[in-house]
């Protein structure tokens, strides 16, 4: 699969060229070629150059590349020596261009929490799931993650080793990849960049599948369409972290996520890294709309992302409850914060927060939950508590709401407070009941949200803070 037909257009003249001349560099594949095969044309002469004269016209223009084309050799020729000094401009003002995303489609943002590696696997079959390991075939680097592609960090890398898993060779790394669900509603990709992965570019990948599919189950997902088959946009290599050139993908159709697999790679290395992934296009709802509060529906949440809290303040880290019989930091067991998404009121989160045992005031406050909403809806407007079946003096009262995009909650100090009133239990007494709906002052866009008891219905005396429902609206 390592084939690729390179077309590289510049201009002759070393004073005329234009950051948009560097753009225009595409580079397509084709399954029936075997070898890489690249085509340097001069808008001057028109001159099409062979394949080893054009490699060495990357070779040449990066005086620090360590390996990756020393072993090819070019025919040097007048033609060389005229496309390698237009080469070296393209260069530098892709440089200066990398960061740009102007004229590009709107971003499509991955939602946090569904990125997930992969290795051992083709387009058009199913998923073998990579994990983290210090060596090993399907494993990736321990700190280097799939996450790391979308934390918004060149400098943070995912480094696949695939097969066989260890060593300096041609095969480490291909064949590994990714995927990942878009939060917009019914996104359309139409391109994307990957970010570099400097100082190691012998690890760079340089041809890529990107594959589409609507399934639900991800893991065993075989339903999967070929979208593209090319270049990573990567080929040139840098000498300082950047985006590789924008790559369009022709495609009209919706996918509600998608698979990246790097089909070949720069040079001999221990493994395919790469810096970051953008995707590019349009879908029927973009993550900051504010003018949709009339269609508010049931906010879905993320399978297993709901975690019970204590010792928790509005603006701080979340600490994690345990289930336990009794002790501080517990909730009864039976009784977590699951139980709120159930739809049923007979079932309910109790916590004992600072409490170890024993009623008293400070039983069950400072407790909560946090939770990511499913792809597509990130928009909480609205929401609603039931009280649970017995102790109404255990009912929450006062509560916060916060809203984040961090991608791991526990560490998570980036709240922002988007409530902080009653619970709208505040005149239920009857048992299992729901209460009023609330709604959010200023609703925004984020991939999780923060619920925090503040205060109780018994100021002073309770073993617990209890409720049986919290329902999300939005959009
Ligand atoms: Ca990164
Ligand atoms: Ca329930």
């Known amino acids: 699969m390592s084939t690729g037909t390179a077309t590289a257009t510049s201009a002759a003249s070393t004073t005329t060229l234009s950051p948009i001349t560097s753009t225009t560099i595409v580079v397509t594949t084709t399954s029936t070629m075997s070898t890489s095969t690249a085509t340097a044309t001069s808008s001057a002469s028109t001159t099409a150059l062979s394949p080893t004269t054009s490699t060495t016209i990357v070779t040449t223009t990066t005086g620090t590349m360590s390996t990756s084309s020393a072993a090819e050799t070019s025919s040097a020729s007048t033609n060389t020596l005229s496309v390698v000094t237009s080469t070296a401009i393209l260069m530098t003002t892709t440089d200066t261009m990398s960061t740009s995303t102007a004229g590009l489609p709107p971003y499509l943002d991955i939602q946090p929490g569904t990125i997930v590696g992969v290795w051992n696997t083709f387009a058009g079959d199913n998923n073998t799931l990579a994990i983290a390991g210090t060596t090993g075939a399907g494993t990736y680097f321990t700190d280097q993650t799939p ?107 919706s996918y509600k996520s998608y698979r990246f697999l790097i089909t070949s790679k720069r040079s001999i290395s221990v493994f395919v890294s790469y810096g970051e992934i953008q995707l590019f296009g349009y879908s029927t709802q973009t993550s900051t709309s504010q003018n949709e509060t009339s269609s508010n529906t049931s906010l879905v949440i993320q399978s297993g992302s709901v975690e019970a809290l204590w010792n928790t303040f509005a603006g701080g880290m979340s600490y994690i409850a345990t289930e336990n019989s009794s002790g501080a930091g517990t909730y009864y067991i039976g009784q977590g914060p699951t139980n709120l998404f159930d739809n049923k009121t007979t079932s309910k989160y109790t916590s004992r927060g600072n409490s170890s045992s024993g009623s008293n005031a400070i039983a069950g406050l400072n407790t909560g939950f946090h939770v990511t909403i499913a792809r597509c809806q990130p928009t909480l407007s609205q929401f609603r508590f039931a009280t649970g079946d017995t102790g109404a003096e255990r009912d929450p009262i006062m509560i916060t709401v916060e809203g984040t995009n961090c991608l791991t909650l526990i560490n998570c100090t980036s709240w922002t407070l988007l409530y902080n009133d009653t619970s709208g239990l505040e005149n239920v007494l009857d048992r299992s009941t729901y209460g009023s709906y609330k709604s959010i002052p200023s609703p925004q866009s984020f991939a999780s949200y923060r619920f925090l008891v503040t205060s109780k219905r018994n100021a002073t005396n309770s073993i617990f803070v209890s409720y049986s429902e919290v329902e999300l609206y939005g959009y």
Do not use: K
């Open 147 to 253: 996450a790391n592609l979308i934390d918004h960090s060149l400098g943070t890398r995912y480094s696949s080793r695939g097969s066989p898993g260890f060593g300096n060779n041609s095969l480490a790394g291909l064949n590994t990849g990714f995927y990942a669900t878009v939060a917009q509603c019914q996104p359309t990709l139409e391109g994307f960049r990957l970010g570099n992965s400097y100082p190691y570019s012998d690890r760079e990948p340089l041809t890529v599948t990107v594959e589409g599919t609507n399934c639900d189950d991800l893991v065993n997902c075989v339903n999967w369409s070929l979208l593209y088959n090319g270049s990573t946009g990567l080929y040139i290599q840098m000498n300082n972290l950047a985006y590789g050139d924008y790559q369009s993908i022709f495609n009209t159709i």
